[in-house]
């Protein structure tokens, strides 16, 4: 009953941008924090950004500082992850998560389906 939708990943070329939707089905989103995570393969689940439920405060993880935004549209029931000059140290699966803004992915209650980003030529 508690489902989130990711849309948006995609082949994308180095120093390009994309835009991750994590759309909520069957609750409601304003009042959870929502978390991005990536997994490259061979790699642990890296947390990326997080924007609170209470006050909408949000949080990056340092490499991504100034290029990624996360952001909430409370009337879609979805938040974005604005992600500009991508690089292709960054082509991983990204998951959108519920919960509480942690940065460990376990603390999360509830995962979207993960969306493919690819940074290459």
């Known amino acids: 009953q508690l489902l989130l939708v990711e849309s948006g990943g995609g082949l994308v070329q180095p120093g390009g941008s994309l835009r991750l939707s994590c759309a909520a089905s069957?609750?409601?989103?304003?009042?959870?924090?929502v978390g991005w995570f990536r997994q490259a393969p061979g790699k642990e689940r890296e947390g990326v950004s997080c924007?609170?439920?209470?006050?909408?405060?949000?949080n990056y993880t340092d490499s991504v500082k100034g290029r990624f935004t996360i952001s909430r549209d409370n009337a879609k029931n979805t938040v974005y992850l604005q992600m500009n000059s991508l690089k292709p140290e960054e082509t991983a699966v990204y998951y959108c998560?519920?919960?509480?803004?942690?940065?460990?992915?376990?603390?999360?209650?509830?995962w979207g389906q993960g969306n493919q980003v690819t940074v290459s030529w």
């Open positions: 998560a519920a919960g509480e803004c942690t940065w460990r992915p376990e603390e999360y209650g509830s």
């Open positions: 069957g609750f409601t989103l304003v009042y959870y924090a």
């Open positions: 924007i609170s439920s209470s006050v909408g405060s949000t």
